[in-house]
């Protein structure tokens, strides 16, 4: 696994990814300028549409109530214990908007 640049801050947003024209429930965990973490909580037999570097959309709102919509590439994804639904997803942010970029300074304030 690749060493990360930035640290990341944890944080609980409701989050849906779209892939193979389908829409996947999660929350984000955590967050930096180059990428995030995902939980994914609809249930999925197999982690074909989550391979690593497929790009995938990702749309939340942040605490504003601004909806963010951008894209994401997996890095990594790791099915949890066998009969648990969903996967966790590492992936980098690719060509953040600005409105996350803005939120995200936010973090060095506190």
């Known amino acids: 696994m690749e060493q990360r640049n930035n640290n990341r801050c ?21 967050v930096s300028e180059e990428g ?8 999925v037999e ?5 391979l690593p570097y497929k790009i995938i959309d990702l749309l939340f709102q942040l605490p ?5 919509e951008m894209k994401g590439e997996i890095r990594w994804f790791v099915k949890p214990s ?3 639904k ?16 803005s939120w995200l300074r936010t973090f060095d304030r506190k």
């Open 10 to 30: 944890p944080v609980t947003l409701n989050a849906k990814i779209f892939s193979r024209g389908r829409a996947f429930e999660g929350l984000i965990s955590n």
């Open 82 to 84: 066998s009969g648990k």
């Open 46 to 50: 197999s982690g074909d549409s989550f």
């Open 36 to 43: 995030l973490g995902y939980n994914l909580t609809t249930f």
């Open 64 to 68: 504003s109530g601004e909806t963010v």
């Open 86 to 101: 969903g996967l966790l997803l590492g992936l980098m942010v690719v060509d953040p908007p600005e409105k996350y970029t």
